[in-house]
């Protein structure tokens, strides 16, 4: 047995996560041997890498992306091909990845990665010894003894596993854990493993109609093909197929290369290009191999002086390209957190590595999950495994913004070798590496935004099937009362409909019907509706508080006032239903969170923000309170028809407002964090204010509603009340009124959570149940009006922490 070192790692297997560990922890004077099982440093196994930037990172700062480089071509466009041949999408996006991280995407044999990385040792090549399978581990209080199956034994710190999917490590670690009483944990780990894809994966000699530089993707039911163009001539192929099950742990089959022609023959004929059939690269191949594809995520990567890298611990489908990289990004995170470990402590015991490990699965359990995550989702939407798939690839041609963007997302978040200076690639690169990206750079193109915002057009078309419906056939109920020109209450009081509020011929015209469908309500002839028109009104007043808040935006100019007003002018004459979904897919259209972010152009204009809730109270709340509470119904009638144009009203009050306050607040020399800080203290108490009035209305309402009428009742026309026949002009305005106050409010919260998605994906932490619960209990208990102002004052919150982080 040969002596330990004062802090030695065992690292088990000489694959690429193992050699660039051996270099990392070099990097870092710290000890460690390779045990490599195969005869070979570099053993010719059939299979290809790809490099992404964020393994070229960390291959530059360990010396060997130079020499990389030299074997490789950068990729420069990708093809995404249907199962027919016909081109869905040609992108840029490998050359875009590399302008904006600095490295190429690049594809070359694995075992020339392997031979580059044992190159690079240099004098300390003797640290990688070959013929060397383990098989056994001992774990001490003290130290692990790893024995290999040529009789030798070596004793160390620790042992790492980089032995790949069936690792050697990872089992003697599960055999440990069992034996500190995990074997429940442990039972479940062993189960964890499956595989739904198999893959004949090769390398092929030069191709006509299979460029350098150019990556192909083909797109077919339970198939696909991923072909990649390479620097002499060669092409890199994968043939992934859906097996007749998913097998589980040991049930995972092991299949031959003596049946891979029989099962590539019905693939022969499939086209790889627009022009090139998989016949064409299969004749030229050199090398195949025929596979079944584990897939496993585990939850112990680490335990005590045991840990795992790589294939071992977490195995994904090649489609992504990121089972090598995150096997790079391992070693380099775990050789960080040792060498903290062996600088804070000497001699290590057996808790301190077990802490260190534990931190370090803590800081890379997430992005490793999100990885895993996407090349799961990858390749089913490659081999088109559902109805979900199947319409995503037909949106491919308008997603490519948001899918270079996504991967930028993991790029740029990538971890690096600590004790080794930013290389000049990766800090010279467009896009900085970081947490996450640049909200100036996650913004989505117009084509993705317009397809989020679909649902807004089927909220038109909801509206315009019941309400457009319901009001046709309120019209001819209506004509009686304006031919004998009064209409009664149930107390009994008469009011003449055609009487001039306005005294302006046009108006009167123009609103004297309107006017005359909140009579029932205002007057107290129908109780129920009473109790949902208080809610719905106080409920636009929020609304409508919100549109004018995001027009006087930083971002926006003075003009931008008149979107508001003019689409709550028309929804006061066509019902907000209908128009309120349209105001969200513009402004979802026109405003994306890159506009608003920088130079904090998000923040409201505090005169705007201080001024408006005062002509809020003035213009729209008065008017509506006075509706319900106004001694007579002629007096209701009068206020209705203030309320009526609260849309023009509100405004003309704010502007004399909002000139007072810009005279009076005093002009301070304030720090741009200062002024933001402000902003957001008024924007707090408008906010505040819209939801506390509709909280309070809500609540009132439902208490003054007859005994006998339930919420769903008061406020829910049901699902097929568009259908009923209406018997009566009051029946039939209520119901109107209903969808009117669903439709509005649901496309309101809609419109939130496409902001909140903004968001989340700019890197703010969202837990979307959190969001969702939080605003169907607010809805529930105060209203959706209340549960819409303080959505919107949420998203102002994340808002303002996004800014002062950026």
């Known amino acids: 047995m040969q002596p330990a070192p004062k802090f030695r790692v065992i690292i088990a297997g000489g694959s690429v996560a193992g050699l660039t560990l051996a270099h990392c922890l070099l990097k870092n004077n710290i000890d460690c041997i390779v045990l490599e099982a195969s005869s070979e440093v570099a053993p010719e196994v059939g299979a290809s890498i790809g490099i992404l930037p964020n393994g070229a990172r960390i291959l530059d700062q360990l010396g060997v992306f130079d020499d990389v480089q030299e074997e490789v071509v ?71 003894i790893v024995h290999c199956a040529d009789g030798s034994s070596y004793e160390g710190d620790m042992v790492v596993g980089a032995d790949g999917v069936r690792s050697e490590v990872r089992h003697s670690m599960w055999d440990y854990m069992e034996r500190q009483g995990l074997k429940s944990e442990v039972q479940k780990e062993r189960s964890t493993m499956s595989s739904e894809y198999n893959c004949v994966f090769g390398i092929s000699t030069a191709t006509p109609g299979v460029d350098p530089k150019d990556i192909h993707r083909t797109f077919a039911k339970d ?27 040991s049930d995972i089959p092991r299949l031959s290369k003596a049946n891979v022609d029989e099962h590539v023959a019905p693939y022969l004929d499939k086209p790889v290009t627009g022009s090139v059939l998989f016949s064409e690269l299969y004749k030229r191949s050199t090398i195949r191999t025929f596979v079944a594809l584990e897939e496993a995520n585990f939850n112990h990567w680490c335990i005590d002086r045991f840990a795992c890298i790589g294939d071992s611990i977490h195995k994904m489908t ?26 804070r402590s000497s001699p290590c015991r057996t808790d301190d590595i077990h802490r260190c490990t534990q931190t370090w699965q803590a800081s890379r359990r997430e992005r490793v999950d999100k990885i895993c995550r996407a090349a799961y989702n990858l390749t089913r939407l490659e081999a088109i495994a559902s109805a979900k798939d199947k319409l995503k690839v037909h949106l491919v041609p308008y997603m490519e913004g948001r899918m270079i963007n996504r991967t930028s997302a993991i790029l740029v978040a990538s971890p690096k070798l600590d004790c080794v200076a930013e290389t000049l690639k990766a800090s010279q690169c467009s896009i900085p590496y970081g947490p996450k990206l640049p909200a100036s750079v996650t913004a989505e193109n117009i084509w993705e935004r317009a397809l989020w915002g679909m649902p807004f057009v089927g909220c038109v078309a909801i509206a315009g099937a019941t309400m457009g419906t319901i009001i046709h056939q309120v019209r001819p109920l209506m004509l009686p009362y304006f031919i004998q020109g009064t209409w009664s209450s149930n107390n009994g009081e008469v009011v003449d409909i055609r009487k001039p509020v306005y005294h302006v011929p046009f108006l009167d015209n123009l609103l004297q019907p309107l006017i005359t469908c909140f009579l029932p309500s205002i007057s107290g002839s129908d109780l129920q509706s009473r109790s949902q028109m208080m809610s ?38 066509k019902g907000i239903g209908l128009l309120a979904p349209i105001y969200y897919m513009q402004e979802y259209m026109r405003a994306p969170l890159s506009k608003l972010l920088p130079n904090n152009l998000h923040e409201v204009d505090r005169t705007g923000s201080i ?43 704010q502007v004399p407002l909002a000139l007072l306050a810009k005279r009076l607040l005093p002009s301070t020399k304030a720090s741009p964090k200062e002024k933001g800080e402000t902003s957001m203290t008024n924007t707090r108490t408008v906010y505040g204010g819209f939801a506390l009035i509709s909280a309070l209305t809500f609540v009132y309402a439902r208490h003054s509603a007859p005994a006998d009428a339930s919420l769903l009742s008061i406020f829910w026309p049901g699902l097929r009340g568009h259908l009923l026949p209406v018997t009566s002009f009051q029946e039939g305005i209520a119901r109107f009124l209903q969808y009117d106050h669903v439709i509005s409010m649901g496309s309101g919260l809609f419109w939130l959570a496409l902001r909140f998605r903004e968001i989340k994906r700019s ?20 209203g959706p009006g209340t549960a819409f102002a303080l959505g919107w004052g949420w998203r102002e919150e994340l808002l303002h922490r996004l800014a002062i982080s950026q």
Request: hydrophobic share 45%.
């Open 74 to 144: 950068s990729l420069i466009d990708s093809y995404f091909w249907a199962a027919d041949g016909s081109l869905i999408l040609k992108s840029d996006y490998p050359d875009q990845l590399n302008e904006r991280h600095g490295y190429p995407i690049a594809f070359l044999p694995r075992r020339t990665l392997l031979k580059l990385l044992f190159k690079h040792l240099g004098d300390r090549q003797d640290t990688v010894l070959p013929s060397k399978k383990v098989i056994r581990i001992e774990h001490h209080p003290s130290h692990v």
């Open 223 to 249: 198939w696909s093909f991923l072909t990649i163009g390479g620097k002499g001539d060669l092409s890199y192929w994968f043939l992934y197929n859906k097996m007749d099950r998913t097998y589980y742990g």
């Open 318 to 343: 090649p489609n992504l390209g990121q089972g090598g990289n995150s096997a790079i990004e391992d070693a380099a995170t775990l050789a960080n957190h040792l060498a903290k470990l062996v600088q």
């Open 536 to 573: 719905f009104l106080a409920d636009v007043g929020a609304v409508y508080g919100v549109w004018l808040l995001e027009s006087y935006r930083k971002a926006n100019g003075w003009s931008e006032v008149a979107v508001p007003i003019g689409i709550s002018s028309a929804f006061q004459l």
């Open 611 to 653: 001024s408006l809730l005062a002509a809020m109270s003035i213009g729209h709340y008065l008017p509506t309170l006075a509706s319900f509470v106004a001694p007579t119904l002629e007096s209701r009638r009068w206020w209705n028809a203030m309320w009526q144009i609260f849309p023009i009203t509100v405004p003309l009050i």
């Open 763 to 782: 890197g703010v932490s969202l837990s979307w149940w959190k969001a969702i619960g939080a605003l169907m209990a607010t809805t529930f208990v105060f």
